[in-house]
């Protein structure tokens, strides 16, 4: 598994995560800390990348272009910090790992771990199912 660390989060996060065994790097380290959120999707899905973020913009990329990948994992808390998250995090890609190689939008809350297979299927289109 291969991570992008997004801007929005500590840079921290890539070394922690490396360290337990998950390859992670920032996106500082690899692109403009200005790129746009496509630009960042657009060069994890061409790598092998899934992007880790706390920016809702990633997954409402996901459901427009009713993209297959990267996969997403979005954490929602407000205190982001790794030192705070980071067991809650690891476990979540050990458990959800298969699912994020495949392609998901994965948001962890502090009550909660929701889990979405991509693509999303609109209401309606294709025999899809509300999401």
């Given at each position: 598994?291969?991570?992008?660390?997004?801007?929005?989060?500590?840079?921290?996060?890539?070394?922690?995560?490396?360290?337990?065994?998950?390859?992670?790097?920032?996106?500082?380290?690899?692109?403009?800390?200005?790129?746009?959120?496509?630009?960042?999707?657009?060069?994890?899905?061409?790598?092998?990348?899934?992007?880790?973020?706390?920016?809702?913009?990633?997954?409402?990329?996901?459901?427009?272009?009713?993209?297959?990948?990267?996969?997403?994992?979005?954490?929602?808390?407000?205190?982001?910090?790794?030192?705070?998250?980071?067991?809650?995090?690891?476990?979540?890609?050990?458990?959800?790992?298969?699912?994020?190689?495949q392609?998901?939008?994965?948001?962890?809350?502090?009550?909660?771990?929701r889990?979405?297979?991509?693509?999303?299927?609109?209401?309606?289109?294709?025999?899809g199912?509300?999401?």
């Amino acid at each position: 598994m291969r991570i992008i660390i997004d801007v929005n989060l500590a840079v921290r996060w890539a070394d922690m995560l490396s360290c337990r065994g998950i390859e992670a790097v920032h996106w500082s380290s690899i692109g403009a800390g200005n790129a746009q959120d496509v630009e960042i999707m657009t060069f994890a899905r061409e790598n092998g990348y899934s992007v880790f973020t706390n920016d809702l913009d990633f997954s409402a990329i996901l459901v427009s272009t009713r993209a297959s990948g990267p996969s997403v994992i979005q954490i929602r808390a407000e205190d982001t910090r790794p030192e705070m998250n980071l067991d809650r995090v690891i476990d979540v890609f050990v458990k959800f790992s298969a699912a994020i190689e495949q392609g998901a939008l994965i948001t962890i809350d502090s009550s909660k771990t929701r889990l979405h297979i991509l693509p999303f299927m609109l209401p309606g289109k294709d025999g899809g199912i509300p999401f």
